[in-house]
């Protein structure tokens, strides 16, 4: 989860999330890149007398200027588009979990078990135990098993949410009526936590959402206890 001061996005814990940060720094060292330019020719235009009366028609320069920004666009397209198509894939999901948002807490459904299902609510802040996180922790935490596909079907009772998990790489929109999907997949077991990412009324802030990650053994023992 983040922490006070952060700069920089969460660390990942998905493969997706992975790929979501290098490309961020793929695009933001081109920004760098191009600001960097841009800054050093201003400097120049202020700074240096214009004596070649041929430097403001030069067809060669026009057709850099022209091509260039072209190929820059190439250059961060084409890694935002793999991207995409990773994150709409779903690949033989081990487990489905259906998701609904409601005003204002989450209601998480096993379809691959025949009565596993539960509402989280957000804890009230006079009822946290030491070390626990204001505004974040729930009653019921989404159990799921580590390292292993799982998609996520996601719709709303009422009006538009969002679930969004930061450290996972997820944000998927819980629209009434239409049923959204996603996937995901945690490399390494722990907590991570979301919020509802779509002002959805007066509690739109007391929407979090907590996943724990464990391994499959685990997993196993609780959906046996929770059914």
């Known amino acids: 989860m983040a922490y006070p001061l952060q700069l920089g996005l969460q660390d990942a814990t998905s493969p997706v ?7 961020h720094d793929h695009a933001l060292m081109v920004v760098f890149l191009i600001s960097s330019l841009v800054l050093y020719i201003i400097t120049l235009m202020l700074t240096t007398k214009l004596t070649h009366t041929s430097t403001m028609d030069a067809q060669e320069v026009e057709t850099i200027w022209t091509i260039l920004p072209a190929l820059i666009l190439i250059l961060i ?9 990773m994150m709409d894939e779903v690949n033989d999901p081990s487990l489905t979990v259906k ?23 957000m ?37 538009l949410h969002s679930w969004a998990v930061p450290s996972l790489g997820l944000k998927t929109d819980a629209v009434p ?17 979301g919020q509802c990412s779509e002002i959805c009324g007066s509690n739109h802030s007391l929407m979090p959402i907590v996943l724990e990650l464990v391994p499959l053994e685990n997993f196993e023992k609780w959906s046996t206890s929770m059914t």
């Open 99 to 121: 998701t609904m948002g409601h005003q204002w807490y989450w209601s998480y459904e096993y379809t691959d078990y025949e009565d596993l299902n539960f509402d989280s609510y």
């Open 77 to 85: 397209a084409l890694p935002s588009l793999r991207i995409l198509y």
């Open 123 to 159: 804890i009230p802040t006079q009822n946290l135990k030491p070390g626990e996180l204001r505004l974040l922790e729930v009653d019921n935490r989404m159990v799921l098993p580590m390292q292993m596909t799982i998609r996520v079907l996601i719709s709303s009772e009422d009006v």
């Open 177 to 193: 009526g239409r049923l959204n999907q996603t996937t995901l997949m945690s490399t390494r077991p722990g907590l991570f936590y």
């Open 17 to 23: 999330m992975e790929e979501l940060l290098q490309f």
